[in-house]
């Protein structure tokens, strides 16, 4: 299993899960952070980190954040298709996460 981070993350990227994450696989890209699923230790350490709550243990996901393991999934092999599909999410699910201070 992994974790995957899902729609909250989207033009946040607060980060601090990066500096928590035991094996550096979290990786930013354009409007979010992603988590490769190959390297992932299933650890936990980022998923309380998140001050948006946008990260779940891949069989916890809400159902509606669904899209968001295909974007996960993309890192390593086709991660150019992380930005575009986020951007096409977030324009069909009009996508306007505030900024946190
Ligand atoms: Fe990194 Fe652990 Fe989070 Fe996986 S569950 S992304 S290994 S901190």
Redesign the pocket.
Known sequence: M??IIAEPCIDIQDRS?VD????D??HEFGRILV?DPI?????????PECPVEA?FPEDALPEKWTPFVKINYAYPDKTEEINPLVDAYATEHDVKNEPID
Do not use: R, W
């Open positions: 992994t974790y899960c928590v994450c035991p094996v696989c979290i988590i390297e992932c230790i299933d650890c936990g350490a980022c998923e990260i």
